[in-house]
């Protein structure tokens, strides 16, 4: 198989992929529960959520004043979850496409170098 065709065939599967993620991320999102989720569900039951901290280590990120409850701030209801969700798949993908990258790229040298190249390499001792 030429490599070209395998880039081809990969890139395919990467935006199918990504596509998929968008469309559940986007469509989805908005049927997700509003009861609280594993560890402040816990907290109620437990009743120990009263000694939460007031300030909330979260609370000094800097995207923190952009999103509130897997929500956009600043945009209608409708469609500030949807957006939350599109913006957060892109971003979880952007970060692995370039952990992706930088790993690939310091492994990359030995692939280079295949038996039916023009410009064989010598072996190394």
């Not at 030995?110 to 038996?115: C, F, I, V």
Request: aromatic letters at 6%; a negative charge.
């Amino acid at each position: 198989m030429s490599s070209s065709l395998s880039r081809s065939r990969n890139r395919a599967l990467v935006i199918t992929g990504l596509g998929i993620a968008l469309l559940i991320a986007i469509f989805l999102s908005p049927l997700a529960s509003k009861d609280p989720d594993g560890l402040d569900r816990v907290s109620k039951d437990l009743k120990f959520d009263h000694k939460e901290l007031e300030d909330k280590p979260a609370q000094k990120l800097p995207f923190y004043a952009i999103f509130h409850e897997y929500a956009l701030l600043g945009v209608p209801e409708a469609i500030a979850t949807p957006l939350a969700g599109l913006i957060g798949t892109l971003a979880t993908f952007g970060l692995a496409w370039g952990i992706g990258k930088l790993v690939v790229r310091g492994s990359g040298s030995q692939d280079d170098a295949s038996p039916d190249s023009d410009d064989p390499q010598p072996p190394l001792n």
